[in-house]
């Protein structure tokens, strides 16, 4: 059975209850799947990435993972245009399991509301309790 | 009064929609996960099964390179893309399907999500008196082997579970619509899904009444889920949905999706893998020495099952290949085990291979281990 000391939490980020995460980069962020995200999705076998242009929304779909035995949306945390997104992913979906913070980013998007929304998402501790509390219900 | 509201098993939506094409079946839940995932429509169980046989390929496959085309227009075998990934698969009312459709609470935790909604199967299965278990990650097993077939999406706000109860197999036909590289190789196939597959008839020595397995599943999903499954039917905006859907899967454009993207076409093919279960697969790889060496290996758990040796090198005694895939098997796949059993084969056996040498052997097995999932 996981723990929620299993997973890495890297502090300075901001994280969704879709188990994404944005890193504040400037003016840009950059997101992607958290490490329990890919834990819960198991290994990753296919991703379905934005196109760079894109409008996405806070909380709507950016695109899609399959893991070979389940596949669903990942749910972009920022609001914005896509300005750039990891093409690497197509090739190697594993990144996002074994990389989720670094190589295993998925897309870059210029915000359009970031102040607002940040205040709709979890700090580090925020997000261990988030984890805390669903792994309770699983 | 509250106390005892929330006592009461939750209710959710039991659609018994009997046989159905299987453009219908690979449609039909999406058109309601919408309704759910809004809230519009209960959490809602599906049973169905094929009025005819069709062959379900994966929505990333390309149809020429894993179906026998001809053969499924020769023998009026509809071909059904359906949403999700995976293989190829034929299916007919040998089996009775059921989709699950509940409403999304978050991020699915695949392995937990199947872990709990797989127990209605095992309860099938054990009200028959037979030994069946969960295998994670998405397989119910009866006495070790496959007898359940599952798949999970997330959809419109609503979690998809969609599976089937085998009641009768025939790995012949299961077989009969694969392009695969050979004869032989389709042999191998169906001897391998003879041996790791199962159904109720074979465990049962008969095939039970559909309504009886029907009765059982929907008893199973009430225990187990402590739910109660009333009977309902679709909404007039599933219905809907369910038309536009069938229309799109029944066009070239989705079917042969793959195939109008331009550059798939150009892919070369040189091996396959294709997986029998959870477990175990047939790999086939060529590779050319001096002469062409092919390989066929059952796999399972990173060890050879079986291996079929073939090509057009000349090996004296020729008898002796049979004994040098004896020789493999329960090896494992990894160069340095092959490596010493084919070379200590030659050396002992006094055997002479012409047209290729022990190393490429070594070369042709690893190669053949190297397809996708091993």
């Not at chain 1, 994404?20 to 490490?35: F, R, S």
């Not at chain 2, 909404?235 to 999706?257: C, G, N, P, Q, V």
Request: with cysteine.
């Amino acid at each position: 059975m996981a723990s929620v000391e299993d997973f890495k939490v890297p502090e300075g980020l901001y994280y969704s209850k879709g188990n994404m995460y944005v890193k504040v980069e400037d003016d840009i962020v950059v997101v992607g799947l958290t490490d329990y995200g890919q834990h819960l999705a198991k290994k990753i076998v296919f991703v379905e990435l934005p196109l760079v242009g894109d409008e996405v929304s806070q909380d709507e779909p950016i695109g899609t993972i399959e893991s070979g035995k389940w596949s669903g949306p990942i749910e972009s945390p920022i609001s914005g245009e896509v300005i750039e997104v990891n093409d690497r992913l197509e090739d190697e979906p594993s990144l996002l399991n074994e990389d989720p913070y670094g190589e295993g980013w998925i897309a870059k998007i210029r915000p359009s509301n970031l102040e607002e929304e940040l205040k709709n998402l979890m700090n580090k501790d925020q997000y261990i309790e988030f984890i805390r509390e669903d792994l309770k219900k699983r | 009064m509250l106390l005892l509201v929330s006592l009461m098993p939750e209710k959710w939506r039991l659609l018994d929609l009997g046989a159905l094409n299987g453009y219908a079946i690979q449609s039909v839940y999406e058109s309601v996960a919408k309704s759910v995932g809004e809230g519009k429509s209960p959490n809602t169980l599906i049973l169905c099964y094929p009025s005819d046989p069709y062959v379900c390929i994966g929505v990333h496959q390309i149809v020429f390179k894993e179906v026998d085309v001809e053969y499924c227009t020769t023998h009026g075998i509809p071909i059904v893309r359906r949403r999700q990934g995976g293989g190829a698969v034929y299916l007919d009312d040998g089996q009775q399907f059921y989709h699950l459709i509940m409403k999304s609470k978050g991020m699915m935790d695949v392995e937990g999500f199947y872990r709990k909604y797989l127990q209605p199967t095992v309860y099938v299965y054990r009200r028959y008196g037979l030994n069946a278990e969960y295998r994670p990650i998405n397989d119910v097993v009866v006495n070790g082997k496959k007898a359940s077939g599952n798949a999970a999406e997330t959809i419109g706000g609503a979690d998809i579970l969609i599976g089937n109860v085998i009641m009768d197999i025939d790995p012949r036909k299961l077989v009969s619509v694969l392009r695969v590289p050979d004869e032989k190789f389709r042999d191998k196939l169906a001897s391998s899904m003879e041996l790791w597959l199962t159904s109720l008839k074979k465990e049962l020595g008969y095939v039970p009444p559909r309504e009886e397995v029907k009765e059982y599943l929907i008893e199973g999903y009430e225990k187990t889920l402590k739910i109660e499954l009333e009977p309902g039917s679709l909404t007039e905006d599933e219905k809907e949905e369910w038309a536009k859907l069938i229309e799109e899967f029944r066009s070239d454009r989705w079917t042969y999706k793959k195939e109008f993207e331009h550059e798939r076409l150009l892919e070369i093919i040189t091996g396959k893998c294709t997986k029998v279960s959870e477990d175990v697969q047939v790999c086939e790889a060529t590779y050319k020495a001096e002469k062409l060496l092919r390989i066929i290996i059952e796999v399972s758990k990173g060890k050879i099952t079986d291996v079929v040796i073939s090509g057009d090198f000349f090996m004296e005694p020729y008898t002796a290949l049979r004994l040098l895939e004896e020789e493999l098997v329960g090896a494992k796949l990894e160069r340095d085990e092959l490596s010493k059993k084919v070379k200590s084969f030659f050396e002992k056996a006094g055997v002479r291979l012409v047209g290729a040498k022990p190393e490429d052997l070594v070369e042709a097995l690893m190669k053949a281990s190297e397809r996708p999932h091993l």
